[in-house]
């Protein structure tokens, strides 16, 4: 066998071997490694976007909160508000309440007390028409006139 024309053969079939192996092995395998690269290169980024839009959600989401406990405590306050404003205007109300009551209250005790006079001066006037009857049914005596007459003071008191 002659050695030259087997180590060409052989490095025919070698340089068959490198072409076949670039075309059909190669070149697939460094596409492939390039596509499962970019894959997770892009999980990778989509990893990232998605810490992004949790830390952007997480401090909206502290924004919503502190917006809302700020309408809380304004609710708050203001139905305090209303609360004393409430309090004033019943506080008021009573009081006018009160004094309605109590000018009611005197105009009743004005009228029992007009009554009251009225009622004494009929019974005083009667005392009177019939202590004078009596006098006048009497002899005109100064002893029994001051007698009449001290009748007439105690009927009076009583």
Not at 81 to 89: A, I, L, N, P, T
Not at 92 to 113: C, F, G, H, L, N
Request: aromatic residues 6%; charged residues 25%; hydrophobic residues 45%.
């Amino acid at each position: 066998m002659n050695l030259n024309l087997t180590m060409l053969v052989q490095a025919g079939f070698f340089f068959l071997f490198v072409w076949f192996s670039k075309v059909y092995v190669w070149t697939p395998l460094i596409s492939a490694l390039n596509e499962r690269k970019t894959k997770i290169a892009d999980g990778l980024a989509a990893a990232e976007k998605g810490q992004a839009a949790e830390e952007e959600a997480r401090k909206e989401a502290e924004q919503v909160i502190a917006e809302a406990k700020n309408q809380a405590s304004q609710i708050i306050a203001n139905a305090e508000k209303r609360g004393g404003v409430v309090v004033e205007e019943a506080k008021a109300t009573a009081s006018s309440e009160k004094e309605r009551i109590i000018a009611s209250a005197q105009a009743e005790v004005e009228q029992d007390v007009h009554k009251a006079r009225e009622s004494l001066r009929t019974q005083v006037s009667s005392i009177a028409v019939a202590a004078a009857g009596k006098i006048a049914a009497k002899e005109i005596d100064e002893s029994a006139h001051a007698d009449l007459l001290q009748d007439l003071v105690q009927q009076l008191e009583s």
